[in-house]
Structures are given as C-alpha cells and as structure tokens.
C-alpha cells in the first residue's frame, strides 16, 4: 500500500472522476449530481436537489456546520461546453496528465473548483465548524446562467441567507469583484415583398433593419466615449453584440423579412432596461410608422433570450473581506463574462468570482488546469475551513 493520499492529491483524483461525465450542457447533468450525492451521503452529509422542470438536470445544495445559520456558499457549475468541432489530443472526458497539466473538458471550466471542494467534504465535515460551509452545484451556466436561480429561490424560501458567495470559476486564484451582465436580444423585422424594380409599393426589412443596426452603433459609440477608463473593465464600457443576421430571398424581390440577433454586455453602472429602451423607442418612433404606411401587417418584433445581472463590485462586502483575509491578496479585479455572482448579489447574497485555473483555458480544445492551481485551491479550502471552525466573522 502506498501512503495515504495528501489532500491535494485527492482533488485531482475527484476531477479525474467528474471530467468522465459528459455533462455538456445540452446533456442531463443526474449521472454526475447522483454520484456526488452518494458520495455526500457515504461522508453523513445530506443533500438536496432542485429539479429543472423536464427533471432531467438538478442542482444540488448541501450544508455542513450548523443548518440555522447563514454560511458561506462554495459555488460552482457542473455543466460544461460542447467538444464538438474541436480537435482535441485525448478524449475529452477522461482526465490525462502531460507533464504539470490536467486536460480534459471542464478541468478549468469549472469542475476543477467543484472537485477541490468535495475532496474537502470529509475534512470539513470532521470539523466542529461554527460558520456553515455551503455547496452550490448548479447545472446550465454555460447556456445563460438559468440552472442556478432555482436553487437561489430555494436558499431564499427555505434557508438562513448566506453571509457570502464564492463563486469558483477558474480566476487563477486572484480575486474577482466584479462582472458585466449579459442580454441577448433577438429582432424581426417584417416589411412586405414586391418586385424591386417597384420599391415603393414594398417595405424593405432589410433597410428597416439597417437603420436600427446604424441607431446601435451610434449608441455603442455613445457608451463608449462617456466611459470611465478606470472601472477596471476591459473595455471601460457597455459592449453590444451583433453577431448573425439574415434576410432576403433574391437580389430582385424586396425582402418581407430581416432578422439579427444582438444584445448587451454590461457594465454594472449601466442600465441595461434603459439601453434597451432606447432601442425600441427608436424602432417604435422612426421604424414601425413607415412600414405600417405600406401595409399594417408590417411590424417589428424584439425578444429577449438570456439575462445575466452584473456583479456590482462592493469592496466592502463580507465576501471580499473574506477573501482578502484568507489570501493576503489585497485588491481584487473586473471580468467582461458573465457569471452566476451577479444573480446571487440581486437576490441579496454578496458574491466574488474566485477559482482555480485560467479562464483562458476555458472553452478550447484542449483545456486543461494545472496541478498547481488544484493544490492552491485546496490550501485556500483548508484555511477557509479552519476560519470557519476557529473564527467565524
Ligand atoms: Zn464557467
């Protein structure tokens, strides 16, 4: 037998076991939430699920230390991105070592973080913890951050609310306070067919739809001069996405139909209902009237799909006071990505982004997380178990 394994050692050894779950998020996530149960279960630990509304993905919530008091949440998601069209060197999901590099999907993004926690799971659970330690598995981060607000609803109906939230998405080990939110918009634009030799007895959704692409640039350009240069985003303002359009049958009939998809990412200082207001009231002023001139069945439509609320950085939050206390680290930065932080800090729980491995990592073939990174994380869970048995706040 060889000796007993460090800690360290058995989070890698966890992130071996959960890589080989193909949880992409279009997948039901239940293989990896069951075995993480039993092996909660085997530890004395409970655990509770909440259900999407096909039951085929869950969340799983789990405390250990007292159950009537707040806590700290341990965040992370267990849904990955997809692997396909990528070309990767080894199969994605089993976990393989080059050299000081884990690889395998997720190993950043972020099951890296999850592991490290549950291989904590028997230390804490030894522990005569006085601050409750939290897990938080979510599913569907990766498809918009909606898998998560169940199990917040649930926190906010059933449970004391947590002092902070942790949320380890792969942040290198610094501290992240802050994040840009996330809209995603979709329009169509319906005009009316004709030939184009006759273009004014048709309405043009494509020129429609070029006019109100010109009226988001113009406000793109706006944010960008009214910046702040030192909010510590990269870019200092609210970006707008513009990534697919289509529209139009032949270049010699007048297209009935324009649509594009385009959306937000926010600065937490910005409003994005406004921004989006902004929009519409333009549409509705100087687009609609004129295709309802030629006929009223013309008309354009805008639907949201995603929402993600930025994280307003708070320096003076618990949860950067907690991590500024258990690292040293005295400064903490901002990300242009969404992620799930924001929505815990609308619903009252303060968040800071703060995890093993790079996001740089995250998404790509080929992603991996170095060893490193798994054995700085599990010393960080160390000294947050050993605040949360000997301190408290
Ligand atoms: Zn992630």
Redesign the pocket.
């Known amino acids: 037998m060889n000796a007993a394994k460090s800690i360290g050692e058995e989070c890698i050894a966890m992130l071996g076991n959960l890589i080989a779950y193909d949880t992409t998020s279009v997948k039901s996530n239940l293989q990896l939430i069951e075995h993480v149960q039993n092996y909660l279960n085997d530890l004395g630990i409970e655990s509770h699920l909440t259900f999407n509304k096909e039951n085929n993905k869950a969340n799983l919530w789990a405390t250990i230390g007292p159950p009537d008091k707040g806590g700290i949440v341990l965040s992370g998601?267990t849904d990955v991105v997809p692997v396909a069209d990528q070309n990767w060197t080894s199969d994605p999901f089993s976990i393989v070592q080059r050299g000081d590099r884990l690889f395998g999907r997720g190993t950043s993004?972020?099951k890296g973080f999850v592991a490290c926690v549950l291989a904590h799971a028997a230390d804490m659970k030894r522990r005569d913890l006085k601050i409750p330690l939290h897990f938080a598995f979510s599913y569907d981060?990766?498809v918009g951050c909606t898998g998560v607000l169940g199990l917040i609803d649930d926190i906010i109906d059933n449970r004391p609310l947590p002092i902070a939230v942790i949320v380890g998405?792969?942040t290198s080990m610094q501290i992240i306070g802050g994040n840009k939110g996330g809209r995603t918009l979709r329009t169509e634009v319906h005009g009316v067919d004709g030939h184009s030799s006759r273009p004014e007895l048709g309405a043009n959704a494509i020129m429609a739809a070029a006019r109100i692409i010109g009226f988001i640039e113009n406000l793109q350009n706006r944010l960008r001069d009214k910046a702040d240069p030192d909010n510590g985003f990269v870019p200092p303002y609210t970006t707008i996405d513009l990534g697919m359009i289509s529209g139009g049958a032949a270049n010699n009939v007048i297209p009935a139909l324009c649509e594009f998809s385009w959306g937000f990412r926010m600065i937490p200082t910005d409003d994005v209902e406004a921004l989006e207001a902004e929009v519409l009231q333009f549409i509705d002023r100087e687009i609609t009237p004129s295709l309802k001139a030629i006929s009223p069945n013309a008309s354009v439509i805008t639907k949201r799909g995603i929402d993600i609320p930025a994280l307003l950085p708070d320096e003076n939050s618990p949860a950067e006071f907690l991590l500024r206390h258990l690292t040293g680290l005295n400064r903490s930065g901002r990300v242009s990505y969404g992620?799930e932080a924001g929505h815990f800090q609308k619903a009252g729980m303060p968040g800071v982004i703060f995890g093993p491995g790079s996001i740089k990592q995250?998404h790509l073939p080929d992603e991996y997380i170095e060893v490193d990174q798994m054995h700085q994380c599990s010393e960080f869970l160390t000294k947050l178990t050993d605040w949360a048995e000997n301190e408290g706040m």
């Open positions: 998601h993004d972020m981060e990766e998405e792969p992620t995250a």
